[in-house]
């Protein structure tokens, strides 16, 4: 994404903030913990009808998209406690996340059976059922083994 396209989803999603979480925010600036993590759950459709660009751009780059958010979240934050009249009982918080949910249902949002490998770096809603067949085991992604002969440990 190119500065341009970074300030306006920046700004955009500054004044959606400021005109549908304000309650949320001042909710968050209350809260006594300044090292937690806080999300805003915002809803994807009421985002994208403000500004359909918002969604095209979350759709091509999310992860950039997202930490945008994040950033425009502290700023709004700041905002609004720098509106306040009496902000002795708030705090700045610097752990904002934007949690996006009710995507729009189509076909590049939405997957019904696993997400594929083509699916990776997307951001996809995915519904189902989740049972539990097993108990729980431990699965190893590495293991350390040692040479009988030289002792050397190697990394599989």
Known sequence: ??????????????????????NDILLILKERDEDAHYPVVVNAMTLFETNMEIGEYFNMFPSEVLTIFDSALRRSALTILQSLSQPEAV????????????????????????????????????TGTVIRTSLVKVLEFERDYMCNKCKHVFVI
Do not use: W
């Not at 994404?1 to 304000?22: A, I, P, R």
């Not at 752990?95 to 189509?106: D, E, F, M, Q, T």
């Open 1 to 22: 994404m190119n500065s341009d396209q970074v300030t306006l989803v920046g700004q955009v999603f500054e004044s959606y903030v400021s005109e549908y979480h304000k």
């Open 91 to 126: 705090s700045m918080k610097q752990n904002l996340h934007a949690r996006i949910s009710g995507l729009p249902v189509c076909p590049e949002l939405v997957r019904e059976h696993i997400p594929k490998t083509k699916d990776v770096g997307h951001f996809l809603s995915v």
